[in-house]
T-cell receptor, first 114, second 116 residues
Framework: EPEVTQTPSHQVTQMGQEVILRCVPISNHLYFYWYRQILGQKVEFLVSFYNNEISEKSEIFDDQFSVERPDGSNFTLKIRSTKLEDSAMYFC????????????FGSGTQLSVL | AQKVTQAQTEISVVEKEDVTLDCVYETRDTTYYLFWYKQPPSGELVFLIRRNSFDEQNEISGRYSWNFQKSTSSFNFTITASQVVDSAVYFCALSEAAGTASKLTFGTGTRLQVTL
C-alpha cells in the first residue's frame, strides 16, 4: 500500500529556532493535512491544504505556523519561532477525495523543543 | 461543533477476552463519516474503518466488529478474542460533510492493554 513519508522522525530544537517538518504525501492525492499530538493527548487538527492554498486551519495554527508545497511532491510545515509547548508528535496526512475518504497518515515527526 | 467522546481512558484485558471500546459523537450534520484508528506503541496511526452516516450496517472484519447506532450517536468497536498485538491506543474520529476537506475530529483515545 502506498505510504505517506515524513522526515525527520525526530527533531530536537532550541526554543526560538525555526523548524521545518517535511512530508511526501501519496502521489495521486490532492488533499494534505497536518495534525499534532501532544504526549498522551488526542490527535488535533492543524491545517488542511488543497490546490496550493490553505482550505481550513484550527486555532492552534497561528502566525508562527505556515505550510507549503514547494514542488510536486513535498508538503512542509514550518514553525518560525518554536516554543516549549510546540513539543509534540506532528503527523502529516493525505487523502484522495474531499469528503469521507480515509486519511493516510505518515509515521510522524517527534518534535522536542528545549 | 463536532465532538467525539471516548469515556474509557484505559482498558486492561487478558488475552482471548472480548473487549468493546465505546465512542459517542456529536454533530449537527446529517452527512458525516466515522473512523477508527489504531496507534500502536511505535506511534503511527493505522486506519481501521470508515463508516458514513447513511450506512448503519454493522461490519465485521476478522476479529474486529463495529456497531454503529445513529439513535444513540455511538460507534462502538469490539475486538473478539483479543491478542497481545492488539495492545495500542484506539482513536475514534468524526468528519463532517461541511468544509472543503476531510478534517477529522478525534476522541481522546482508549488505551487497550492485553496481557497473557
Amino acid at each position: 500500500e502506498p505510504e505517506v513519508t515524513q522526515t525527520p522522525s525526530h527533531q530536537v530544537t532550541q526554543m526560538g529556532q525555526e523548524v521545518i517538518l517535511r512530508c511526501v504525501p501519496i502521489s495521486n492525492h490532492l488533499y494534505f493535512y497536518w495534525y499534532r499530538q501532544i504526549l498522551g493527548q488526542k490527535v488535533e487538527f492543524l491545517v488542511s491544504f488543497y490546490n496550493n492554498e490553505i482550505s481550513e486551519k484550527s486555532e492552534i495554527f497561528d502566525d508562527q505556523f505556515s505550510v507549503e508545497r514547494p514542488d510536486g511532491s513535498n508538503f512542509t510545515l514550518k514553525i518560525r519561532s518554536t516554543k516549549l509547548e510546540d513539543s509534540a508528535m506532528y503527523f502529516c496526512a493525505s487523502s484522495d477525495m474531499r469528503l469521507g475518504r480515509k486519511l493516510f497518515f505518515g509515521s510522524g515527526t517527534q518534535l522536542s523543543v528545549l | 461543533a463536532q465532538k467525539v467522546t471516548q469515556a474509557q481512558t484505559e482498558i486492561s484485558v487478558v488475552e482471548k477476552e472480548d473487549v468493546t471500546l465505546d465512542c459517542v459523537y456529536e454533530t449537527r450534520d446529517t452527512t458525516y463519516y466515522l473512523f477508527w484508528y489504531k496507534q500502536p506503541p511505535s506511534g503511527e496511526l493505522v486506519f481501521l474503518i470508515r463508516r458514513n452516516s447513511f450506512d448503519e450496517q454493522n461490519e465485521i472484519s476478522g476479529r474486529y466488529s463495529w456497531n454503529f447506532q445513529k439513535s444513540t450517536s455511538s460507534f462502538n468497536f469490539t475486538i473478539t478474542a483479543s491478542q497481545v498485538v492488539d495492545s495500542a491506543v484506539y482513536f475514534c474520529a468524526l468528519s463532517e460533510a461541511a468544509g472543503t476537506a476531510s478534517k477529522l475530529t478525534f476522541g481522546t483515545g482508549t488505551r487497550l492493554q492485553v496481557t497473557l
